[in-house]
């Protein structure tokens, strides 16, 4: 569950009654959504109560909005997030052995945060960097022509 900083708490508040002054609250939604998981780094489903309870939202439909966009993570992410392209080029290259070796060198499932924080794990369809395949994105930097090994050493030398 997620500990609530009161300063962050009566920013994202503080946030909404802007957007309540506005015509039709109710579109400035995402904004919102993307308030609160810039000042929490994900969304809660306490935080999705507070935003249904101050802008007259029902939860369902907040559920609805935060689960469609690929943007917004209803989970905590690690301090570094790995994206590994699983693309026709990379995927005819390799990309699901590197994504194999990884997801045992961290010992996590796609969608899922390393233990210690470090790393979340995503697939993602390309990259736009089919020449290089297979590629991962590691933050926002490409390592391409990878092999499992190669990725796995890239992981660790980020962990240093």
Not at 92 to 101: C, D, I, R, S
């Amino acid at each position: 569950m997620l500990t609530l900083s009161e300063d962050k708490l009566v920013e994202l508040k503080q946030f909404m009654e802007q957007k309540k002054k506005e015509e039709f609250p109710e579109s400035h939604l995402i904004a919102i959504l993307h308030k609160a998981q810039e000042l929490f780094g994900y969304i809660d489903p306490v935080v999705i109560d507070i935003v249904a309870l101050e802008m007259n939202i029902p939860r369902a439909h907040i559920w609805g909005v935060a689960t469609f966009y690929h943007y917004f993570s209803l989970s905590p992410k690690g301090k570094h997030t790995i994206s590994v392209c699983l693309g026709t080029a990379c995927y005819v290259k390799g990309a699901e052995q590197v994504l194999e070796a990884i997801k045992q060198e961290l010992k996590i499932n796609i969608g899922q945060t390393s233990q210690d924080g470090s790393f979340t794990l995503q697939e993602t369809r390309c990259l736009g960097a089919c020449g290089l395949a297979p590629v991962m994105m590691l933050d926002d930097k490409i390592y391409g022509t990878l092999t499992p090994k190669k990725a796995v050493e890239i992981i660790r030398s980020c962990e240093k």
